[in-house]
Protein backbone atom coordinates (compact mmCIF):
# COMPACT_ATOMS: atom_id res chain seq x y z
CA UNK A 1 0.00 0.00 0.00
CA UNK A 2 1.52 3.37 -1.19
CA UNK A 3 -0.76 6.01 -1.42
CA UNK A 4 -0.17 8.47 1.46
CA UNK A 5 -4.21 9.93 1.32
CA UNK A 6 -4.98 6.06 2.17
CA UNK A 7 -2.65 5.87 4.80
CA UNK A 8 -3.71 8.78 6.68
CA UNK A 9 -7.44 7.88 6.87
CA UNK A 10 -6.42 4.74 7.89
CA UNK A 11 -4.57 6.32 10.18
CA UNK A 12 -7.16 8.86 11.61
CA UNK A 13 -10.11 6.81 11.20
CA UNK A 14 -10.63 4.59 14.45
CA UNK A 15 -11.26 1.29 13.35
CA UNK A 16 -12.70 -0.14 16.48
CA UNK A 17 -15.71 2.55 16.45
CA UNK A 18 -17.14 0.20 13.92
CA UNK A 19 -17.09 -3.12 15.67
CA UNK A 20 -18.70 -4.45 18.04
CA UNK A 21 -18.04 -3.60 21.71
CA UNK A 22 -16.75 -7.64 22.28
CA UNK A 23 -14.63 -7.20 19.22
CA UNK A 24 -12.85 -3.99 19.79
CA UNK A 25 -9.63 -5.61 20.92
CA UNK A 26 -9.02 -7.05 17.88
CA UNK A 27 -10.06 -4.45 15.91
CA UNK A 28 -6.91 -3.72 14.07
CA UNK A 29 -6.10 -7.37 13.50
CA UNK A 30 -5.91 -8.16 9.92
CA UNK A 31 -8.69 -10.27 9.95
CA UNK A 32 -12.37 -10.39 9.14
CA UNK A 33 -14.50 -9.59 11.97
CA UNK A 34 -18.53 -10.36 12.90
CA UNK A 35 -20.63 -6.85 12.82
CA UNK A 36 -23.94 -8.47 13.72
CA UNK A 37 -26.81 -8.23 10.77
CA UNK A 38 -28.18 -11.01 8.38
CA UNK A 39 -25.77 -13.23 7.06
CA UNK A 40 -23.65 -12.86 8.87
CA UNK A 41 -22.12 -9.55 8.27
CA UNK A 42 -18.24 -8.88 8.41
CA UNK A 43 -15.96 -5.30 8.71
CA UNK A 44 -13.21 -6.68 5.51
CA UNK A 45 -9.59 -7.31 6.86
CA UNK A 46 -7.66 -4.17 7.12
CA UNK A 47 -5.29 -5.15 4.36
CA UNK A 48 -7.29 -6.53 1.76
CA UNK A 49 -9.93 -3.77 2.12
CA UNK A 50 -7.36 -0.61 1.68
CA UNK A 51 -5.48 -2.81 -1.48
CA UNK A 52 -9.09 -3.14 -2.93
CA UNK A 53 -9.90 0.61 -2.08
CA UNK A 54 -6.24 1.55 -3.34
CA UNK A 55 -6.70 -0.25 -7.01
CA UNK A 56 -9.45 2.54 -7.14
CA UNK A 57 -7.20 5.02 -7.35
CA UNK A 58 -10.22 7.72 -6.22
CA UNK A 59 -9.85 11.10 -6.96
CA UNK A 60 -10.93 14.28 -4.66
CA UNK A 61 -13.35 15.36 -6.77
CA UNK A 62 -14.97 12.01 -7.51
CA UNK A 63 -18.18 10.51 -6.69
CA UNK A 64 -18.26 7.00 -4.96
CA UNK A 65 -20.78 4.16 -4.32
CA UNK A 66 -20.19 1.87 -1.46
CA UNK A 67 -22.38 -1.18 -2.07
CA UNK A 68 -22.80 -3.33 1.45
CA UNK A 69 -21.68 -0.27 3.76
CA UNK A 70 -21.63 -2.23 6.93
CA UNK A 71 -21.42 -0.08 9.60
CA UNK A 72 -19.93 2.80 7.87
CA UNK A 73 -16.31 1.87 8.27
CA UNK A 74 -14.86 1.96 4.23
CA UNK A 75 -17.28 4.58 3.60
CA UNK A 76 -15.48 6.48 6.26
CA UNK A 77 -12.24 6.24 4.71
CA UNK A 78 -13.53 6.48 1.06
CA UNK A 79 -15.30 10.00 2.40
CA UNK A 80 -11.39 10.95 3.26
CA UNK A 81 -10.38 10.19 -0.31
CA UNK A 82 -13.41 11.24 -2.98
CA UNK A 83 -16.19 14.54 -3.18
CA UNK A 84 -19.03 12.42 -2.39
CA UNK A 85 -19.90 8.59 -0.66
CA UNK A 86 -23.52 6.61 -1.05
CA UNK A 87 -23.05 4.23 1.27
CA UNK A 88 -25.44 1.67 0.41
CA UNK A 89 -26.78 -1.10 3.06
CA UNK A 90 -29.62 -3.34 3.25
CA UNK A 91 -29.94 -4.24 6.67
CA UNK A 92 -31.87 -2.04 8.36
CA UNK A 93 -29.64 -2.11 11.96
CA UNK A 94 -26.68 -2.09 10.09
CA UNK A 95 -27.59 0.90 7.59
CA UNK A 96 -28.47 3.01 10.93
CA UNK A 97 -25.68 2.33 12.90
CA UNK A 98 -23.29 3.42 9.87
CA UNK A 99 -25.55 6.75 9.71
CA UNK A 100 -25.38 7.26 13.13
CA UNK A 101 -20.92 6.33 13.33
CA UNK A 102 -21.02 8.63 10.03
CA UNK A 103 -22.66 11.45 11.53
CA UNK A 104 -20.25 11.43 14.83
CA UNK A 105 -17.31 11.23 12.75
CA UNK A 106 -18.26 14.01 10.67
CA UNK A 107 -18.06 12.37 7.55
CA UNK A 108 -20.44 15.03 5.91
CA UNK A 109 -19.76 14.04 2.54
CA UNK A 110 -20.88 10.51 3.09
CA UNK A 111 -24.95 9.43 2.85
CA UNK A 112 -26.16 5.69 3.99
CA UNK A 113 -29.30 4.96 1.25
CA UNK A 114 -30.95 1.55 2.46
CA UNK A 115 -32.39 -0.70 -0.09
CA UNK A 116 -30.84 -3.96 -2.03
CA UNK A 117 -27.34 -3.92 -2.54
CA UNK A 118 -27.32 -6.04 -5.83
CA UNK A 119 -29.52 -3.01 -8.11
CA UNK A 120 -26.77 -0.38 -6.24
CA UNK A 121 -28.39 3.20 -6.35
CA UNK A 122 -28.88 4.91 -9.39
CA UNK A 123 -30.82 7.48 -8.30
CA UNK A 124 -27.39 9.24 -7.17
CA UNK A 125 -25.58 7.87 -10.17
CA UNK A 126 -23.57 7.93 -12.25
CA UNK A 127 -20.48 7.57 -10.00
CA UNK A 128 -16.77 7.60 -10.64
CA UNK A 129 -15.93 4.60 -8.73
CA UNK A 130 -18.16 1.45 -6.95
CA UNK A 131 -16.47 -0.60 -4.21
CA UNK A 132 -18.56 -4.12 -3.10
CA UNK A 133 -16.84 -4.95 0.48
CA UNK A 134 -17.95 -8.83 -0.38
CA UNK A 135 -17.25 -11.71 -2.04
CA UNK A 136 -19.64 -12.32 -4.89
CA UNK A 137 -20.27 -15.27 -7.59
CA UNK A 138 -21.13 -12.55 -10.10
CA UNK A 139 -21.22 -8.66 -10.55
CA UNK A 140 -24.56 -7.98 -11.67
CA UNK A 141 -25.29 -5.64 -14.70
CA UNK A 142 -27.02 -2.88 -12.82
CA UNK A 143 -23.97 -1.79 -11.15
CA UNK A 144 -21.91 -1.86 -14.07
CA UNK A 145 -24.56 0.61 -15.65
CA UNK A 146 -24.02 2.88 -12.64
CA UNK A 147 -20.55 3.86 -13.81
CA UNK A 148 -19.60 6.92 -15.20
CA UNK A 149 -17.18 6.54 -18.62
CA UNK A 150 -13.89 5.53 -17.21
CA UNK A 151 -15.47 4.65 -14.04
CA UNK A 152 -13.88 1.99 -12.09
CA UNK A 153 -15.07 -0.78 -9.77
CA UNK A 154 -13.65 -3.55 -7.42
CA UNK A 155 -14.59 -6.39 -6.00
CA UNK A 156 -14.01 -9.78 -5.18
CA UNK A 157 -15.89 -12.36 -7.63
CA UNK A 158 -15.87 -16.35 -5.94
CA UNK A 159 -16.36 -17.51 -3.06
CA UNK A 160 -15.49 -20.12 -0.71
CA UNK A 161 -11.71 -19.34 -0.12
CA UNK A 162 -11.18 -18.67 -4.19
CA UNK A 163 -11.45 -15.26 -4.61
CA UNK A 164 -9.96 -12.78 -7.07
CA UNK A 165 -10.32 -8.86 -6.22
CA UNK A 166 -11.00 -8.35 -10.02
CA UNK A 167 -11.05 -4.82 -10.95
CA UNK A 168 -13.50 -3.30 -13.75
CA UNK A 169 -13.26 -0.03 -16.41
CA UNK A 170 -16.37 1.33 -18.05
CA UNK A 171 -15.02 2.50 -21.19
CA UNK A 172 -18.38 3.81 -23.08
CA UNK A 173 -20.72 0.35 -23.40
CA UNK A 174 -17.86 -1.75 -23.16
CA UNK A 175 -16.62 -3.41 -19.47
CA UNK A 176 -13.19 -4.51 -19.29
CA UNK A 177 -11.53 -6.60 -16.20
CA UNK A 178 -8.66 -7.24 -14.22
CA UNK A 179 -7.58 -10.02 -11.83
CA UNK A 180 -5.59 -7.84 -9.27
CA UNK A 181 -4.92 -10.55 -6.25
CA UNK A 182 -6.32 -13.48 -4.58
CA UNK A 183 -8.40 -12.87 -1.86
CA UNK A 184 -10.64 -14.98 0.70
CA UNK A 185 -13.53 -12.45 2.02
CA UNK A 186 -16.73 -13.07 3.33
CA UNK A 187 -19.52 -13.29 0.83
CA UNK A 188 -22.08 -10.64 0.48
CA UNK A 189 -25.68 -12.01 0.15
CA UNK A 190 -27.79 -11.01 -2.16
CA UNK A 191 -25.57 -12.07 -5.50
CA UNK A 192 -25.94 -15.53 -5.98
CA UNK A 193 -25.90 -16.81 -9.64
CA UNK A 194 -28.86 -18.08 -10.24
CA UNK A 195 -29.13 -21.78 -9.82
CA UNK A 196 -29.38 -23.94 -13.38
CA UNK A 197 -31.64 -26.69 -13.90
CA UNK A 198 -30.02 -30.33 -13.22
CA UNK A 199 -31.34 -33.71 -14.33
Known amino acids: MTDP ?8 I ?4 FV ?35 ALNLQPGERVLDVGCGSGYAAALLARLAQSVVALEADPVLS ?23 AGWPKAG ?25 GRLIAVVGCGGSGRA ?7 RTISSQALFNAAIPALPGFEKPKGFVF
Do not use: H, W
Not at 5 to 12: S, T, Y
Not at 126 to 150: S, T
Not at 166 to 171: F, Q
Open 5 to 12: ALIAALME
Open 126 to 150: PFDAILVEGAVEDVPQALFGQLKDN
Open 96 to 118: GEAARLLDRLAAGNATVAAGPLA
Open 166 to 172: VLYRALG
Open 14 to 17: PREA
Open 20 to 54: PESQRALAYRDDDLPIGGEGPRYLLEPLTLARMIQ
